[in-house]
């Protein structure tokens, strides 16, 4: 097996470079470099490992002999991946580790809407005891729509089971998990029957702004929505007007149209009244892109990436 050198850009488990080492390839640690620091650090260095570090054209070019691009995660958007195209950089990625996390918090985010858990929670906490006001509704009997039917779709669907729902799956570029429990469908079908969507899509230029208005006004029935996958996937005040007109019940939301890029929190100079719409509104719950982010999640997308990685290394590919 060839000897590869890997840079590490970002902090991640150490599991990952353990794996690595272990079987013959060496690992740098540059997390502490800046893009401009990294200069000749990258000179050669074949494998770049990062979680949520963007890895632009113009640090690739910095490393001649790149041939891995490898990210502890699920999405691939902060990387450059026409660029790794063009110059045969394979990139990898480690859903599969966190996809239970995900489908985890997708189950909780609708059950803590649907049972009005976070305005109990204060209600009483004030010296309130409000009972009927409160009666909540049961998930059991209800259509859930999945968008995306992926690792982390397919995940929530397997969480569901057991709950006493239909499940309608729509994927553009999937097909053939028709089964048990789980019925494929048109994007039309599942906007149409749906009493509860998920999205579960990747961010690129065809799914950004995915649900916007026109998503919204295409509804059969008010729902409760979801979105545990990229923040621009959704157009925020399109969903906020969508609420608001009573064609969504109330929304879940991990991840948000206005987060940094590093994930580090909100830009705040991208549409501030949006988002101060957003923050105020009692019928949206959120939380701050941590629905894969689980202590098991951390180990399992280590061992997952290593293994995809000393894979493709063994298969003579780099």
Not at 189 to 208: C, G, N
Request: hydrophobic content about 40%; aromatic content about 4%.
């Amino acid at each position: 097996m060839k000897h590869v050198h890997f840079a590490f850009l970002d902090t991640v488990h150490p599991l990952l470079a353990e794996r690595l080492i272990q079987a013959g390839h060496s690992c740098t640690a540059l997390h502490g470099l800046s893009d401009h620091e990294l200069g000749n650090a990258l000179a050669d260095v074949e494998g770049i490992v990062v979680r949520s570090r963007k890895v632009s054209a113009e640090l690739l070019a910095q490393a001649p002999r790149i041939r891995i691009v490898a990210r502890v995660g699920s999405g691939t958007e902060n990387i450059d991946k026409a660029w790794c195209l063009a110059h045969g950089v394979q990139v990898l990625n480690s859903p599969e580790g966190n996809r239970d996390g995900v489908g985890e918090t997708c189950v909780m985010l609708l059950l803590a809407l649907m049972k009005a858990l976070v305005r109990t929670n204060a209600q009483i906490r004030q010296g309130l005891w409000r009972r009927e006001e409160n009666r909540g509704t049961d998930l059991s009997g209800k259509t859930v729509g999945i968008i995306g039917y992926g690792q982390m779709g397919s995940a929530f669907a397997e969480k569901l089971m057991g709950f006493g729902v239909r499940i309608l799956a729509h994927d553009k570029y999937r097909s053939g998990f028709d089964k048990a429990g789980i019925t494929e469908c048109s994007l039309v079908q599942l906007l149409r029957e749906s009493d509860v969507i998920s999205l579960h899509l990747p961010l690129t230029e065809e799914t950004r702004h995915f649900a916007d208005r026109d998503f919204f006004l295409r509804l059969g029935r008010p729902v409760w929505f979801l979105n545990t996958a990229r923040g621009p996937v959704v157009h925020t005040e399109a969903l906020l007007n969508a609420i608001d007109q009573g064609r969504v019940i109330a929304a879940g939301l991990d991840v948000l149209e206005f987060e940094r890029d590093d994930l580090s929190g909100l830009d705040h100079s991208i549409e501030p009244h949006v988002q101060q719409r957003l923050l105020l509104h009692d019928r949206v719950l959120l939380t701050p892109h941590i629905a894969g982010v689980t202590h098991e999640g951390k180990v399992k997308m280590a061992r997952v990436l290593s293994d995809k990685i000393l894979n493709a290394i063994r298969n003579g590919k780099h």
